[in-house]
């Protein structure tokens, strides 16, 4: 198996920003699109656990609009083969002072482009300045 191959690592960074850009401008219709439709789809949330598409976006439906600023850092994208990767990124979010974001997302190629299946979302405390 063939580990970032820099064509696939492109295409799911599009699809990864994308989803980015889509989730700061509460663009449900983007986000619902970007997770596979399938009741085996999962989102782990920092308050919330959403098994399979229609939960997805009942959440995204109902979830405010407020607050959903953030820097991302240390954004990792490690594709395997030519049909799936992992999306890993931590954010800080100005709302929430004091804590660090994770997000892992698992990303496979269908015939209508790269969904997600598996989303993780948490927050910790932030490590001290150094």
């Known amino acids: 198996m ?14 990864f920003e994308h989803y ?7 663009d449900v219709a983007t986000l619902n699109a970007l997770f ?10 920092a308050t919330e656990v959403l098994h399979g598409h229609h939960e997805i976006c009942g959440f995204r439906s109902a979830r405010s609009p407020a607050g959903l600023a953030r820097t991302l850092s240390r954004t990792i994208i490690t594709t395997f083969g030519r049909d799936f990767a992992v999306a890993s990124t931590l954010f ?4 929430i002072a004091g804590k660090v974001g994770r997000q892992m997302q698992t990303w496979v190629r269908f015939g209508d482009g790269w969904r997600i299946v598996a989303a993780h ?8 300045s150094t």
């Not at 063939?2 to 699809?15: S, Y």
């Open 2 to 15: 063939q580990v970032d191959l820099p064509e696939i690592v492109a295409e799911v960074t599009a699809a």
């Open 20 to 26: 980015e850009k889509a989730l700061l401008s509460n």
């Open 36 to 45: 596979h439709v399938d009741a085996r789809t999962i989102r782990y949330g």
């Open 92 to 95: 800080d979010r100005p709302s």
């Open 121 to 128: 979302v948490s927050m910790m405390d932030a490590p001290p």
